[in-house]
T-cell receptor
C-alpha cells in the first residue's frame, strides 16, 4: 500500500524567504506526482504535475523535483509572499491516487 | 470554462435523510471521482468513473451510490445519511482514464448530518 508523507506538518517563514516542502512515498512504481494548494474552506488547486519520466517541472516561482528511486519530491517556492500562505498537498498516482496530509505554510509579512 | 462545478456548497441533513451531491465538468474529461476530506484522515476516494456508464468503488464506498449517464455529470447519492458522513466532499476530474492526466477539483460541498 502506498504511503505518502509530508514533513513538516506546518511551517512559518518571513516574507521573501524560499520555501522547501517535502513529500515522500513508499512505492516508486508511480504514473505521476501532483502538487496542490488548498486555501481554507476551498477546493484543491493544481500547481504542478510531474510525470514518472520527468525529473522536474517549473511554473513561475514554483519548481518541483521528483526522484522516484528515493521516493521523494520537493516543491520549491522562491521569494515567498504572504499570498503563498496555504496548505500544500502532494498526491502520488499508482493504481490509485494517494494524498499526503499536507504542509500548512504561513508567510509572515 | 467553468471547470468542475459542485452543488450545493453547504447542506445540513438529519440522520436517515437522503440527498444527492451534484458534480458537473465542462472539460470533456473521461475520469471523474468523489473524495471526502476529514481532519486527520486526509482525502479518501469514495467512488470513481472512467467514462459514461462505468463506475467503481474507491476506499470508502459504503453508504454512497454513484451513476454516470453522461460524460459531464457524476452525482453522488447518500442513501440514508449518518453523522459519520459529516464531511467536506470534493469532486475531481481528469482527462483520459485518470492515470497520467492532471486532476482538477471542484470547490467542495460541506455536509453536516445531525
Amino acid at each position: 500500500k502506498q504511503e505518502v508523507t509530508q514533513i513538516p506538518a506546518a511551517l512559518s517563514v518571513p516574507e521573501g524567504e524560499n520555501l522547501v516542502l517535502n513529500c515522500s512515498f513508499t512505492d516508486s512504481a508511480i504514473y505521476n506526482l501532483q502538487w496542490f494548494r488548498q486555501d481554507p474552506g476551498k477546493g484543491l488547486t493544481s500547481l504542478l504535475l510531474i510525470q514518472s519520466s520527468q525529473r522536474e517541472q517549473t511554473s513561475g516561482r514554483l519548481n518541483a523535483s521528483l526522484d522516484k528511486s528515493s521516493g521523494r519530491s520537493t516543491l520549491y517556492i522562491a521569494a515567498s509572499q504572504p499570498g503563498d500562505s496555504a496548505t500544500y498537498l502532494c498526491a502520488v498516482k499508482d493504481y490509485k491516487l494517494s494524498f499526503g496530509a499536507g504542509t500548512t505554510v504561513t508567510v509572515r509579512a | 470554462n467553468a471547470g468542475v462545478t459542485q452543488t450545493p456548497k453547504f447542506q445540513v441533513l438529519k440522520t436517515g435523510q437522503s440527498m444527492t451531491l451534484q458534480c458537473a465538468q465542462d472539460m470533456n474529461h473521461e475520469y471523474m471521482s468523489w473524495y471526502r476530506q476529514d481532519p486527520g484522515m486526509g482525502l479518501r476516494l469514495i467512488h470513481y468513473s472512467v467514462g459514461a456508464g462505468i463506475t467503481d468503488q474507491g476506499e470508502v464506498p459504503n453508504g454512497y451510490n454513484v451513476s454516470r449517464s453522461t460524460t459531464e455529470d457524476f452525482p453522488l447519492r447518500l442513501l440514508s445519511a449518518a453523522p459519520s458522513q459529516t464531511s467536506v466532499y470534493f469532486c475531481a476530474s481528469s482527462p483520459g482514464q485518470g492515470y497520467t492526466g492532471e486532476l482538477f477539483f471542484g470547490e467542495g460541498s460541506r455536509l453536516t448530518v445531525l
